[in-house]
């Protein structure tokens, strides 16, 4: 299996993630759709990395080598904003899964809360699913 092809297995679990968030936002547990959004962006810049050679670490939050292999980015590729919205989900993620010492994980989190970060998945997933589409034309990544 080439990086393209990691990157683009790696790609169809965060759509997965991101309908799964959809889901949940509109139906569920909002706790769950932060959660779900949260791992839609860390498969889908994972995947990115992948497609580029980039190796990732195996964390969930990603940004610090995402900003580190800016370089490798086509210019439309908001490498900065998208290292912000990695670390701010991945800070979310424990207590999406756990709650905190007071309240469980759904008391935690408000429907507003998912909206957001199912937004935020929504742009890098399509964001990484263009970058794929202009590698799988044999196309110019700017």
Not at 12 to 24: F, G
Not at 42 to 54: I, M, Q, Y
Not at 68 to 76: I, T
Not at 134 to 141: D, F, I, L
């Amino acid at each position: 299996m080439n990086s393209y092809e990691a990157g683009l297995a790696l790609l169809e679990q965060a759509k997965r993630r991101l309908e799964t968030s959809k889901r949940e936002t509109l139906e569920g547990s909002p706790a769950y759709a932060v959660r779900s959004a949260q791992e839609c962006v860390e498969l889908s810049l994972k995947a990115a990395l992948r497609l580029l050679g980039v190796e990732y670490p195996k964390k969930h939050d990603v940004s610090r080598v995402l900003l580190l292999f800016k370089d490798r980015f086509p210019e439309w590729f908001n490498v900065d904003l998208f290292a912000i919205k990695s670390r701010e989900l991945a800070e979310k993620r424990e207590p999406a899964m756990y709650g905190d010492e007071l309240r469980g994980p759904d008391e935690l989190f408000t429907r507003e809360d998912a909206e957001r970060a199912l937004s935020d998945a929504e742009e890098i997933y399509r964001a990484c699913r263009r970058l794929f589409d202009s590698y799988g034309r044999g196309g110019s990544r700017r």
